[in-house]
């Protein structure tokens, strides 16, 4: 298997025989054998020409843009191999079917909820009356009748959750509310680009089944966005994405100097970028025994068997059972 590959610096990525190059501004050369890339990352201003994407797409290569301020932009998104029309029609199915689709939405936000109120009971005694209020919206979430009802639960939880993320962090980080557009303090910046981070994780791991990433169930499908990413989002963003952000703040991982904040906007810098992605790559690589399997495997490699799990609600008609951390 490849592994993720970053490029933070300006330059050129180019090919020449079997192997492709970044080259810099100032011409150093760095090779980058094709064999270990599975995903890569652009976070530079970065030339390329046809003949470098014409190479990565015999390796089912993904490129992420993302722009000056960690940003995703969008995706080179090579002709898929795994391709399967019965899975296309089925998983269309279940969205076309209001009762499945509601049924599918709801299954992503009560995984959600049960690991937001898996991050906040490990700091019960300080934060039980934001446990309450999400234990609250949860139900009302799983009565709900319409993917509106479900959305407007999942949202009032999640206002909760973040509202308790001031009782247990780093005092010298403090968000007053959540704000996406732009993000105006670091740990807003901080969960911007974790979230941006893990779209383009799931991106990545549906990209390798044969579900199509257009169509989902609790996010509209519409155009310019691969809607599904963000459904399978909710499941690991509290997972996965909000406790590295506790990490990194709390043992002082990042600090206030890896950020930039300009024109009202909070982002993290070069700097910050850099650890922060290590810290998310070595949760993805953390592994953890899987009950069913009855083997160790890895955060990721839960991401794309979530994926696997709606294939098969789609296509054998098995209910489709949301990953609930056990551990």
């Given at each position: ?222 155009t310019k966005r691969f809607s599904l990413s ?98």
């Open positions: 298997m490849g592994r993720e590959y970053y490029v933070f610096n300006n330059g050129q990525l180019r090919r020449k025989e079997n192997t492709i190059y970044f080259i810099d501004c100032e011409n150093n050369k760095k090779a980058i054998p094709i064999e270990e890339i599975e995903h890569l990352h652009l976070f530079g201003e970065i030339d390329l020409n046809t003949k470098f994407l014409n190479y990565i797409s015999k390796y089912s290569i993904l490129i992420n843009v993302y722009n000056y301020y960690g940003f995703y932009s969008g995706t080179y998104y090579s002709k898929k191999k795994n391709v399967s029309g019965l899975v296309l029609v089925n998983q269309s199915r279940l969205y076309l079917d209001n009762s499945l689709r509601v049924k599918m939405a709801k299954s992503f936000i009560d995984s959600a909820n049960h690991h937001m109120l898996r991050n906040l009971r490990r700091h019960k005694d300080k934060t039980a009356k934001y446990i309450t209020i999400i234990e609250n919206e949860r139900k009302i979430m799983n009565s709900a009748a319409t993917i509106q009802e479900v959305m407007g639960a999942e949202g009032r939880a999640r206002n909760a959750y973040y509202a308790a993320f001031n009782k247990f962090i780093d005092q010298d980080f403090h968000m007053d509310k959540r704000q996406k557009r732009p993000p105006q303090d670091p740990i807003n910046a901080l969960i911007s680009f974790g979230n941006t981070m893990m779209y383009t994780t799931v991106l990545g791991e549906i990209y390798k089944t044969q579900l199509d990433p257009t169509i989902s169930y609790l996010h509209e499908p519409s963000l459904d399978i989002s909710e499941i690991f963003k509290p997972l996965i994405v909000d406790s590295v952000i506790f990490s990194v703040i709390n043992k002082k991982i990042i600090r206030t100097s890896d950020f930039n904040i300009n024109n009202e906007m909070c982002y993290l810098n070069e700097n910050g970028k850099k650890k922060f992605i290590r810290e998310l790559e070595n949760k993805l690589s953390t592994t953890v025994k899987h009950r069913i399997l009855n083997r160790s495997v890895s955060y990721r490699t839960l991401i794309k068997l979530e994926c696997y799990k709606i294939i098969k609600a789609a296509v054998e008609n098995e209910p489709y059972k949301p990953l609930k951390a056990w551990w």
